[in-house]
């Protein structure tokens, strides 16, 4: 006799209309009355298909129409009827051509922030013997390289990176002008992005990167007691004063790509609310976007849970003010939420935390390549060089330990379509594996998400235009 039970999903109320995310693919479901009694009746408990029926006719509904909501939901795998189902994943291509490089292109850098994860104390980075600075054979090498492995695409993008990136704006203004002409005569769309520090910008700098549309990340903690608590220079003193009038001068002549900041919280710098007003509204970044320190737990500056919970409660309080604008239609700027709301409307189910190591490397000043840029210069974690290219059994092993499918923590959890386990630094930081699931974040994640999922909703019912550029996004 066949039985059934409520499926890997989760309910979620946004506007006045009930909704179910379903963990297997992804997809947002508006559910009527039926298919809500439904779920509930089998909340509470399993149930054969006739007694579902039957107690559904006692709630007022025709047996037909129960019918025809049970094989519904059956088909989205809101319930279950027992059978075997196994977790996975939207599958991978066999061939996944390159779609964007991040370019170290120096591992120096004139800060000694205590948190770094490059330089810090828990760093992975294993620098000794290799280019400080890359040189313009190295990087002429890298962008070939891209081109030939991102074949079929019809737009690229490589971001700089560091150290601190403006280090070697020499070398970066020379990329771009090649990277430019080589797209061109490729046909192939290219843009490109940087993040920086902010100390080294000076009006010629800042000209470049207008002329150019190059998009610009600052990354900077707050107002200036916030961020001078690590993002200081070498001889200790905080950097604040230097950045804050070249920031100022290059939101006022940049205007060809929205400038964003971006804010490592440390246990030293958790006002969310205070922060995002100072560098949105005070300084008139675009966009803010904060991610807690990346270390171990026993750091100083680390985040304990009690100070996750406190970050949770300010995001969501940050999350309402820009519910509040999306109903008017207006940019907010607060980027944790776009970001998530656009794998939301996307229907993303991920099968790895990020790109990296398939659609995006990142290369290191002396050509070898990595993951990410949080794994540039770190031999343990060396997938191969520009000249000879990737080791694709390194990188298959790369990919298969921080595939969702190997996570079996994760196989229960509603939140793994956007998730799939966490960041793969955060994981060898933490666990000393890449593929290890951040469980230390687990119901940080799910509180986030299903806020999200509830501002999708009421944007849904109540402004559904404002979703429109989540898709113009993904097209891009």
Not at 156 to 180: C, D, Q, S, W
Request: glycine fraction near 10%; aromatic fraction near 10%.
């Amino acid at each position: 006799m066949t039985t059934y039970s409520t499926g890997d999903v989760h309910r979620f109320h946004g506007g006045g209309t009930e909704y179910v995310y379903l963990a297997g693919s992804g997809g947002i479901v508006a559910l009527d009355a039926l298919s809500a009694q439904i779920l509930s009746r089998l909340e509470q408990e399993t149930l054969s298909r006739s007694a579902l029926v039957s107690q559904m006719e006692t709630d007022g509904f025709a047996a037909m129409d129960v019918t025809e909501g049970i094989d519904e939901l059956y088909q989205l795998h809101a319930i279950d009827d027992g059978g075997p189902r196994a977790v996975s994943s939207q599958s991978l291509p066999q061939e996944f051509p390159l779609q964007s490089m991040v370019l170290n292109v120096t591992n120096q850098c004139n800060l000694s922030c205590h948190y770094c994860y490059e330089f810090g104390e828990d760093k992975v980075a294993t620098p000794e013997g290799k280019k400080k600075f890359m040189d313009w054979e190295t990087a002429k090498t890298s962008v070939d390289y891209f081109f030939a492995e991102s074949r079929g695409r019809k737009a690229v993008h490589i971001t700089f990176f560091g150290g601190e990136t403006l280090m070697n704006f020499p070398l970066l203004k020379k990329v771009v002008e090649y990277a430019r002409r080589e797209a061109e005569r490729r046909h192939v769309s290219i843009d490109f992005s940087l993040t920086t520090n902010a100390t080294l910008l000076t009006p010629s700098i800042i000209d470049f990167l207008a002329e150019n549309a190059i998009g610009v990340t600052v990354s900077i903690d707050g107002a200036k007691e916030s961020h001078d608590a690590f993002r200081i220079f070498k001889n200790g003193r905080g950097t604040y004063d230097v950045i804050e009038p070249k920031i100022k001068e290059l939101l006022a002549k940049h205007k060809t790509r929205p400038i964003a900041a971006r804010v490592t919280m440390t246990s030293h710098a958790m006002d969310v609310l205070g922060t995002y007003k100072h560098l949105k509204h005070t300084l008139g970044f675009y966009e803010v976007g904060f991610a807690p320190v990346t270390t171990s737990p026993n750091r100083l500056y680390s985040i304990a849970p009690a100070g996750m919970d406190s970050v949770l409660g300010q995001f969501q309080v940050l999350a309402g003010d820009y519910l509040e604008h999306a109903k008017r239609g207006e940019h907010h700027g607060f980027s944790n939420v776009s970001d998530t709301l656009a794998e939301l409307h996307q229907g993303v189910n991920k099968a790895l935390p990020c790109g990296a190591g398939l659609g995006l490397v990142g290369v290191g000043p002396s050509g070898d390549i990595a993951p990410c840029h949080r794994f540039v210069d770190s031999d343990a974690h060396n997938l191969g060089h520009v000249s000879t290219g990737i080791d694709r059994e390194k990188q298959a092993a790369f990919l298969k330990r921080g595939n969702i499918d190997s996570k079996y923590d994760c196989h229960t959890c509603w939140a793994r379509p956007l998730c799939a386990g966490g960041c793969h630094h955060e994981a060898f930081v933490r666990y000393g594996d890449t593929g290890h699931a951040n469980l230390h974040y687990c119901d940080w994640i799910r509180a986030w998400t299903d806020t999200c999922l509830q501002i999708y909703g009421t944007i849904a019912a109540q402004n559904p235009a404002f979703l429109d550029h989540f898709s113009e996004r993904k097209a891009s």
